[in-house]
C-alpha cells in the first residue's frame, strides 16, 4: 500500500512537471498587463511556478530546453527567473547547456547593461569545466565594457571561475587583465579587482604590491567609500617601502585617516603606522603616541560593541609599548549604563596600566564595583586588584585592607571571590596574610563551597589550622554534612586537609579523620577520591614519618609579576584589525571548535599542588602504591574458563556490585577507528576473558569475566565504551564461585579486590587509546 501511495504522488508530480511545460510552450511572449497594473509576458507566472516546484524538491530537470528559450525575452523579470533556473539546473543538464550559449552570447551584446552583467553573472555561475572558454572569452570583453556595472560584475565572476578552474585563470592572460583594470577610473570597479586579485593570490599572501600600485592607490584613496578604504588600506600593509623617507611621505599622507569617522578607517590606519615603524626605534615611540589620541576617541563612542573591539586592540599596544596608556587610566573606569562586556574588558586594561602612583586610585576606583548588582563584575574587579598586588608590592597592604573592609559586608559572592584571592596573596606574602586569615572562622558560613572559593578555603583554613582553635570544628562539620558538597575537587582537598591537620592536632582530628576515611572508600564514591583516601590511609598507618615530611608545612613566597604569573594571550600585530583578535584564536582555526558536551575537563589534581601545601611526590606514591598492589597481591589467572549459564547465575547471584563511569576525554587521539577485535584483544591480553561481545546502539558492549588467584575471587564485568563520547559504563559484580553465605571476613576480601580490580580495569580501558595510530 505504501509503493502504491508513493507511486501515486510520484506521478501526480510528473503531471505537474509535464503540464509546466505545455503551458511554457503554449504561453506567448505578448506583453501583458496582470491584476495589479504591471507589464509581463504570458510566461513570467509559469517560470515562476517552475521555481516554486524545483525549491520544493521536486525534479523539474525535463523542462530545461522549455526554460532556455523562455530566457530569450525582454522582459527582465523574466529573464531573471529563467537565468536563475539555468544556473541551478546546469550541472543536471550538461548536455543541453550549449543550447544555452548562444542566448548568453547575445545577451552579452545587448545595449542594457543589467540585462550584459546578468548574463555573465548566470554563465560564471555554472559549474562546468566544459564552457570554460566561453567564460575566459567573454570576461575578457565583460573586463572593458563600458558600463562600470558591468565591469564589477566581471571581477566577481572572475572569483567564480578561478574557484571552478584555478589552472585556466592562472594560465590564461586574465591575470594581467585584471592587473590593469586597477587602473579603471571607477573607485568601486578598482575595489572589486582588489578582492579578486586576493582571492586569486590568497595562497601567496594576496596580490602583488609594488611601489607604483602603492603610490597610486594612496594618490586615489580618497576617492573610495569608507569600506573600500578600509580594504585598500589593509592591502598596502604588505607594501614595504625602499627608504625611510617614502615611509615619512606615506604617514603624512595616512595622517589624516586617523581622524576618520569610521572606526575600521581608523583601525587599519594604525596598523599602517605600526608595521612602517618596525625596525625604526627612533620613530616608534613617536608613532605610539600619535596613534594614541585616535584610540582614546574610539572609547568615547556610544556603540559598546565598538568601544569592545578598541580595548582588544588596546592590549595589543599595550603589550608592544607598556608606557602608552599608563597616564591616561581614567579613561578606562566605568561608565554609567555600561555593559558588563565592556567593563570587564576595561578591567583587563587597568591591570596593566597601574603604576606605583595610580595603582591606589584605580583600586579604589575598581572596589567600587565589587558591591554592584552584577556578580560577574564583582569577581572579575576582586581578581583585578589580586593582579594589581601581585605586580606592584608596595600596595599589598592597602589592598588586603580593601578586602577586609569588603569581608565585613557579608555578602556571599564577594567573600568567596576574596577567599580565592588571599590563597594566592598567601602565596606572595604569607606574614601579610596570615593575620588576616583569623576571620575564616567568622565568615566561612557565607563562602560558595561548591565553587572554586571551596578548596581555596581548605587550603587556607590548613595553613593556619594550628593557630585558630576553631579549625578542626570547622573540617568536622564539613565531614558530617559531606553529602551537601559532591564536587570531586572539594573532597580531594577535604582529605588533604583533614590529614594535614591531623599531623598538627591529632587529638583532635582523629575521630573526624576516621569517620571521613570511612566515607571516602564506600563503593558509591567516584574513583579518584576512594583511590587518594586509600593511599592517604596506609601512609599514615605504614610510614607516619613520610606523611609529615609529604605534608610539612612550608611557608615560602613566589615572586610573581605581571608577564609570568598570570596567562596572557597570544596577541599579535598581525591579527590586529582582524576578528580573529577578538576571538583569541588564529585565523587559520576554527573560530568554534568544541561541539556540544564535549567540554574541557578542570585538573581535579590542581588543588593538590598548591604553594601552601607542596606535594610534588602525590602523583608519584600513588602510581607506585597502585603498581606495587597490583603485582604483590592482585593476580589474575590465565586460564580461568566458564560458561555461559554459569555466568549468568553468577551475574544474578552475587551481592558485591560496582557502577561507575570512566571518562577518556584527556587522550587527544580519535577512538572512532577502533574495533571489537582490537579492543578484545587488550582485554585476553591482561587475563580479562571474554563471554561475549558486540554493538549496541553507539556503544560498544563487552561481558568480561576473570579470577583472582590467590582468593578465587570471580569477577564479571558489563562494560559499555561509546567511542564518540569517549566514555565507559561499567557495571561490576564480584563474588565466590560456590555462592551462599558470605562471613565477615570474605566481605572483607570481596571489598578489597574490588578496588584492585577496578583500578586494574580502569588502567587498561584508560589504555586503550595507545591502539589508534
Same mark, same amino acid.
Given at each position: 500500500?505504501?509503493?502504491?501511495?508513493?507511486?501515486?504522488?510520484?506521478?501526480?508530480?510528473?503531471?505537474?512537471?509535464?503540464?509546466?511545460?505545455?503551458?511554457?510552450?503554449?504561453?506567448?511572449?505578448?506583453?501583458?498587463?496582470?491584476?495589479?497594473?504591471?507589464?509581463?509576458?504570458?510566461?513570467?507566472?509559469?517560470?515562476?511556478?517552475?521555481?516554486?516546484?524545483?525549491?520544493?524538491?521536486?525534479?523539474?530537470?525535463?523542462?530545461?530546453?522549455?526554460? #532556455?528559450?523562455?530566457?530569450?525575452?525582454?522582459?527582465?523579470?523574466?529573464?531573471?527567473?529563467?537565468?536563475?533556473?539555468?544556473?541551478?539546473?546546469?550541472?543536471?543538464?550538461?548536455?543541453?547547456?550549449?543550447?544555452?550559449?548562444?542566448?548568453?552570447?547575445?545577451?552579452?551584446?545587448?545595449?542594457?547593461?543589467?540585462?550584459?552583467?546578468?548574463?555573465?553573472?548566470?554563465?560564471?555561475?555554472?559549474?562546468?569545466?566544459?564552457?570554460?572558454?566561453?567564460?575566459?572569452?567573454?570576461?575578457?570583453?565583460?573586463?572593458?565594457?563600458?558600463?562600470?556595472?558591468?565591469?564589477?560584475?566581471?571581477?566577481?565572476?572572475?572569483?567564480?571561475?578561478?574557484?571552478?578552474?584555478?589552472?585556466?585563470?592562472?594560465?590564461?592572460?586574465?591575470?594581467?587583465?585584471?592587473?590593469?583594470?586597477?587602473?579603471?577610473?571607477?573607485?568601486?570597479?578598482?575595489?572589486?579587482? #582588489?578582492?579578486?586579485?586576493?582571492?586569486?593570490?590568497?595562497?601567496?599572501?594576496?596580490?602583488?604590491?609594488?611601489?607604483?600600485?602603492?603610490?597610486?592607490?594612496?594618490?586615489?584613496?580618497?576617492?573610495?567609500?569608507?569600506?573600500?578604504?578600509?580594504?585598500?588600506?589593509?592591502?598596502?600593509?604588505?607594501?614595504?617601502?625602499?627608504?625611510?623617507?617614502?615611509?615619512?611621505d606615506i604617514m603624512n599622507l595616512l595622517d589624516d585617516r586617523l581622524k576618520h569617522h569610521n572606526s575600521g578607517v581608523q583601525l587599519t590606519t594604525v596598523k599602517i603606522f605600526i608595521k612602517l615603524a618596525e625596525g625604526i626605534y627612533d620613530i616608534q615611540e613617536d608613532v605610539y603616541k600619535r596613534i594614541k589620541s585616535p584610540?582614546?576617541?574610539?572609547?568615547?563612542?556610544?556603540?559598546?560593541?565598538?568601544?569592545?573591539?578598541?580595548?582588544?586592540?588596546?592590549?595589543?599596544?599595550?603589550?608592544?609599548?607598556?608606557?602608552?596608556?599608563?597616564?591616561?587610566?581614567?579613561?578606562?573606569?566605568?561608565?554609567?549604563?555600561?555593559?558588563?562586556?565592556?567593563?570587564?574588558?576595561?578591567?583587563?586594561?587597568?591591570?596593566?596600566?597601574?603604576?606605583?602612583?595610580?595603582?591606589?586610585?584605580?583600586?579604589?576606583?575598581?572596589?567600587?564595583?565589587?558591591?554592584?548588582?552584577?556578580?560577574?563584575?564583582?569577581?572579575?574587579?576582586?581578581?583585578?586588584?589580586?593582579?594589581?598586588?601581585?605586580?606592584?608590592?608596595?600596595?599589598?597592604?592597602?589592598?588586603?585592607?580593601?578586602?577586609?573592609?569588603?569581608?565585613?559586608?557579608?555578602?556571599?559572592?564577594i567573600i568567596s571571590s576574596i577567599i580565592t584571592a588571599l590563597e594566592e596573596f598567601m602565596n606572595e606574602s604569607p606574614e601579610k596574610v596570615g593575620s588576616l586569615l583569623s576571620v575564616l572562622p567568622s565568615v566561612w558560613t557565607s563562602i560558595d563551597l561548591s565553587s572554586q572559593a571551596g578548596p581555596a578555603f581548605l587550603n587556607?583554613?590548613?595553613?593556619?589550622?594550628?593557630?585558630?582553635?576553631?579549625?578542626?570544628?570547622?573540617?568536622?562539620?564539613?565531614?558530617?554534612?559531606?553529602?551537601?558538597?559532591?564536587?570531586?575537587?572539594?573532597?580531594?582537598?577535604?582529605?588533604?586537609?583533614?590529614?594535614?591537620?591531623?599531623?598538627?592536632?591529632?587529638?583532635?582530628?582523629?575521630?573526624?579523620?576516621?569517620?571521613?576515611?570511612?566515607?571516602?572508600?564506600?563503593?558509591?564514591?567516584?574513583?579518584? #577520591?576512594?583511590?587518594?583516601?586509600?593511599?592517604?590511609?596506609?601512609?599514615?598507618?605504614?610510614?607516619?614519618?613520610?606523611?609529615?615530611?609529604?605534608?610539612?608545612?612550608?611557608?615560602?613566597?613566589?615572586?610573581?609579576?605581571?608577564?609570568?604569573?598570570?596567562?596572557?594571550?597570544?596577541?599579535?600585530?598581525?591579527?590586529?584589525?582582524?576578528?580573529?583578535?577578538?576571538?583569541?584564536?588564529?585565523?587559520?582555526?576554527?573560530?568554534?571548535?568544541?561541539?556540544?558536551?564535549?567540554?574541557?575537563?578542570?585538573?581535579?589534581?590542581?588543588?593538590?599542588?598548591?604553594?601552601?601545601?607542596?606535594?610534588?611526590?602525590?602523583?608519584?606514591?600513588?602510581?607506585?602504591?597502585?603498581?606495587?598492589?597490583?603485582?604483590?597481591?592482585?593476580?589474575?589467572?590465565?586460564?580461568?574458563?566458564?560458561?555461559?549459564?554459569?555466568?549468568?547465575?553468577?551475574?544474578?547471584?552475587?551481592?558485591?556490585?560496582?557502577?561507575?563511569?570512566?571518562?577518556?576525554?584527556?587522550?587527544?587521539?580519535?577512538?572512532?577507528?577502533?574495533?571489537?577485535?582490537?579492543?578484545?584483544?587488550?582485554?585476553?591480553?591482561?587475563?580479562?576473558?571474554?563471554?561475549?561481545?558486540?554493538?549496541?546502539?553507539?556503544?560498544?558492549?563487552?561481558?568480561?569475566?576473570?579470577?583472582?588467584?590467590?582468593?578465587?575471587?570471580?569477577?564479571?564485568?558489563?562494560?559499555?565504551?561509546?567511542?564518540?563520547?569517549?566514555?565507559?559504563?561499567?557495571?561490576?559484580?564480584?563474588?565466590?564461585?560456590?555462592?551462599?553465605?558470605?562471613?565477615?571476613?570474605?566481605?572483607?576480601?570481596?571489598?578489597?579486590?574490588?578496588?584492585?580490580?577496578?583500578?586494574?580495569?580502569?588502567?587498561?580501558?584508560?589504555?586503550?587509546?595507545?591502539?589508534?595510530?
Amino acid at each position: 500500500m505504501s509503493s502504491g501511495r508513493v507511486s501515486f504522488l510520484d506521478q501526480l508530480q510528473n503531471r505537474e512537471v509535464t503540464e509546466l511545460g505545455l503551458r511554457l510552450k503554449e504561453a506567448s511572449e505578448n506583453v501583458t498587463i496582470n491584476h495589479t497594473g504591471i507589464q509581463q509576458t504570458a510566461k513570467r507566472p509559469i517560470i515562476k511556478k517552475v521555481l516554486e516546484t524545483m525549491t520544493a524538491g521536486i525534479d523539474v530537470s525535463s523542462l530545461f530546453g522549455d526554460v #532556455i528559450k523562455a530566457a530569450s525575452t525582454k522582459d527582465l523579470v523574466q529573464k531573471k527567473l529563467a537565468y536563475m533556473y539555468i544556473s541551478t539546473q546546469a550541472e543536471q543538464n550538461a548536455d543541453l547547456v550549449i543550447l544555452a550559449i548562444n542566448t548568453f552570447q547575445n545577451d552579452l551584446q545587448d545595449e542594457n547593461p543589467f540585462v550584459r552583467g546578468l548574463a555573465l553573472r548566470t554563465l560564471c555561475s555554472m559549474r562546468l569545466i566544459d564552457y570554460v572558454p566561453y567564460m575566459l572569452e567573454s570576461l575578457s570583453h565583460a573586463l572593458i565594457d563600458s558600463s562600470a556595472y558591468v565591469r564589477k560584475t566581471a571581477l566577481i565572476s572572475c572569483i567564480k571561475l578561478f574557484n571552478l578552474s584555478p589552472k585556466h585563470v592562472l594560465d590564461a592572460p586574465l591575470v594581467d587583465q585584471l592587473y590593469n583594470t586597477l587602473r579603471d577610473r571607477d573607485p568601486e570597479v578598482v575595489a572589486n579587482c #582588489i578582492v579578486a586579485l586576493n582571492r586569486i593570490f590568497l595562497s601567496e599572501g594576496g596580490m602583488t604590491v609594488d611601489t607604483n600600485i602603492a603610490h597610486y592607490l594612496l594618490q586615489r584613496l580618497h576617492e573610495f567609500n569608507e569600506w573600500h578604504q578600509c580594504l585598500v588600506l589593509d592591502t598596502l600593509i604588505r607594501y614595504k617601502p625602499s627608504s625611510e623617507d617614502e615611509i615619512f611621505d606615506i604617514m603624512n599622507l595616512l595622517d589624516d585617516r586617523l581622524k576618520h569617522h569610521n572606526s575600521g578607517v581608523q583601525l587599519t590606519t594604525v596598523k599602517i603606522f605600526i608595521k612602517l615603524a618596525e625596525g625604526i626605534y627612533d620613530i616608534q615611540e613617536d608613532v605610539y603616541k600619535r596613534i594614541k589620541s585616535p584610540m582614546l576617541t574610539l572609547l568615547t563612542l556610544t556603540s559598546p560593541e565598538i568601544v569592545y573591539s578598541c580595548l582588544e586592540h588596546i592590549i595589543v599596544l599595550m603589550n608592544q609599548s607598556h608606557q602608552l596608556f599608563r597616564e591616561d587610566y581614567k579613561y578606562f573606569y566605568r561608565r554609567i549604563k555600561e555593559p558588563s562586556f565592556v567593563t570587564l574588558k576595561k578591567l583587563e586594561v587597568l591591570e596593566g596600566i597601574a603604576t606605583k602612583i595610580s595603582s591606589k586610585e584605580i583600586i579604589n576606583e575598581i572596589s567600587g564595583y565589587i558591591t554592584g548588582t552584577d556578580k560577574v563584575i564583582a569577581q572579575k574587579s576582586i581578581e583585578s586588584i589580586a593582579k594589581i598586588s601581585f605586580r606592584i608590592e608596595n600596595v599589598l597592604s592597602y589592598s588586603l585592607e580593601v578586602f577586609m573592609k569588603l569581608l565585613e559586608t557579608g555578602i556571599d559572592i564577594i567573600i568567596s571571590s576574596i577567599i580565592t584571592a588571599l590563597e594566592e596573596f598567601m602565596n606572595e606574602s604569607p606574614e601579610k596574610v596570615g593575620s588576616l586569615l583569623s576571620v575564616l572562622p567568622s565568615v566561612w558560613t557565607s563562602i560558595d563551597l561548591s565553587s572554586q572559593a571551596g578548596p581555596a578555603f581548605l587550603n587556607l583554613l590548613t595553613t593556619v589550622g594550628y593557630e585558630i582553635s576553631e579549625a578542626p570544628y570547622i573540617l568536622e562539620s564539613l565531614i558530617d554534612d559531606l553529602e551537601s558538597y559532591p564536587a570531586t575537587s572539594f573532597r580531594l582537598q577535604l582529605l588533604n586537609s583533614t590529614v594535614t591537620l591531623f599531623l598538627h592536632r591529632p587529638a583532635e582530628c582523629r575521630g573526624m579523620l576516621a569517620k571521613l576515611f570511612k566515607y571516602s572508600m564506600e563503593p558509591y564514591e567516584s574513583l579518584d #577520591i576512594r583511590e587518594r583516601a586509600l593511599f592517604l590511609y596506609r601512609l599514615l598507618q605504614k610510614d607516619i614519618k613520610k606523611a609529615q615530611e609529604i605534608f610539612k608545612h612550608q611557608r615560602y613566597a613566589s615572586k610573581k609579576n605581571g608577564n609570568n604569573n598570570f596567562k596572557t594571550r597570544d596577541k599579535h600585530l598581525t591579527k590586529f584589525n582582524t576578528i580573529s583578535l577578538l576571538y583569541g584564536k588564529h585565523s587559520e582555526q576554527t573560530l568554534f571548535e568544541q561541539t556540544p558536551g564535549n567540554f574541557s575537563k578542570r585538573n581535579d589534581d590542581q588543588f593538590f599542588s598548591s604553594p601552601t601545601h607542596h606535594i610534588s611526590e602525590f602523583d608519584e606514591l600513588i602510581s607506585l602504591q597502585s603498581q606495587n598492589v597490583v603485582k604483590d597481591e592482585f593476580t589474575l589467572s590465565s586460564t580461568v574458563s566458564i560458561e555461559a549459564k554459569k555466568f549468568k547465575a553468577c551475574w544474578e547471584n552475587f551481592t558485591e556490585s560496582h557502577e561507575f563511569e570512566i571518562s577518556l576525554l584527556d587522550s587527544s587521539a580519535s577512538l572512532i577507528s577502533l574495533t571489537l577485535d582490537d579492543i578484545e584483544s587488550v582485554f585476553e591480553e591482561n587475563m580479562m576473558m571474554i563471554m561475549a561481545s558486540g554493538s549496541s546502539g553507539d556503544y560498544l558492549k563487552f561481558f568480561l569475566y576473570a579470577q583472582e588467584i590467590n582468593s578465587n575471587i570471580l569477577m564479571l564485568c558489563e562494560l559499555k565504551l561509546n567511542l564518540n563520547l569517549k566514555l565507559a559504563k561499567i557495571n561490576l559484580r564480584i563474588g565466590y564461585e560456590a555462592y551462599g553465605i558470605i562471613h565477615e571476613d570474605q566481605k572483607m576480601n570481596l571489598s578489597k579486590y574490588s578496588e584492585y580490580f577496578i583500578q586494574y580495569l580502569t588502567r587498561y580501558v584508560k589504555e586503550l587509546s595507545n591502539l589508534v595510530k
